[in-house]
């Protein structure tokens, strides 16, 4: 299983730079524009908390945007948590699902492996990649923060990183265990799914009454505006969304194990 791995993360060193590389810069980008902005995000922060739903959508009714940890939480969330996201759909339907497009499945299941060790193999790989893009990201943060003059919160820093670390591994191991059973479509049904979960977060953030949609969504415990003010993350939600990937992971090793693959 170990071969598995190296090989897995050599095959993806160079999506993996590109991919950290490109949301490192994002992230970079939005910080040191804070302090050209900080004026007038204190105004906007002041115009958006009165905008009604816009408002409720991005939790700024309980974020004061002009300020540092809200403008952190709010637009370098986005920028690692969407980005993040998009890369762990990508990692997550693709690293199985090319063993049946490239038709190489046939001689991977034919050598001295089980199917199981297989797809634990990849599933760690995924999972490592994911990790090392959040400390690069994390430390290039801290490096910018220092340059910027600027210092967040160290539970409410450390703790936004670690929901949006988990938002990116649960969307991964979704993707891969949905992978199993629709290869052909696994990477467009991985990307679709990232923008829904985020429409579906956003909804249940303006409609009361679709308040149950966030046991569905990961974002919903990764939301900067409620890490920000509470310091602790949503564990109702946070478990209901690891079960969630549970299950689909169970259910695609289930597949894996009993059907043909070519």
Not at 119 to 137: F, P, S
Not at 199 to 212: K, P, Q, W, Y
Not at 219 to 229: N, Q
Request: hydrophobic share 50%; net charge negative; with cysteine.
């Amino acid at each position: 299983m170990l071969t598995i791995v190296c090989r897995e993360l050599k095959n993806q060193l160079g999506s993996w730079l590109v991919w950290t590389g490109s949301i490192s810069v994002l992230l970079a980008v939005c910080i040191f524009v804070y302090p050209q902005m900080q004026e007038e995000a204190r105004g906007l922060g002041d115009a958006f908390s009165s905008m009604g739903a816009f408002t409720k959508a991005f939790g700024m009714d309980s974020l004061d945007f002009g300020s540092w940890p809200g403008f952190y939480a709010l637009e370098c969330g986005n920028v690692l948590g969407i980005g993040g996201a998009f890369y762990a759909a990508l990692c997550g339907s693709q690293i199985l699902s090319r063993e049946t497009k490239g038709r190489t499945a046939e001689f991977l299941f034919s050598q001295p492996v089980t199917r199981t060790q297989v797809y634990l193999g990849k599933l760690l790989a995924v999972i490592l990649e994911i990790v090392a893009l959040n400390l690069v990201a994390a430390a290039v943060s801290l490096l910018c923060q220092q340059v910027i003059q600027e210092t967040m919160p160290a539970r409410a820093f450390w703790l936004l990183h670690t929901a949006i670390t988990l938002v990116m591994l649960e969307t991964a191991v979704i993707c891969l265990g949905l992978s199993v059973f629709f290869p052909s479509v696994a990477t467009g049904a991985g990307l679709g799914l990232v923008c829904l979960f985020y429409i579906l977060n956003v909804i249940s953030n303006i409609v009361d009454a679709t308040r149950f949609l966030k046991w569905v969504t990961p974002f919903a415990y990764s939301d900067g505006a409620a890490i920000i003010s509470d310091l602790q993350l949503d564990l109702p939600c946070l478990i209901a969304g690891m079960l969630l990937a549970l299950t689909v992971l169970v259910c695609g090793w289930h597949r894996l194990e009993t059907e043909d693959i070519r």
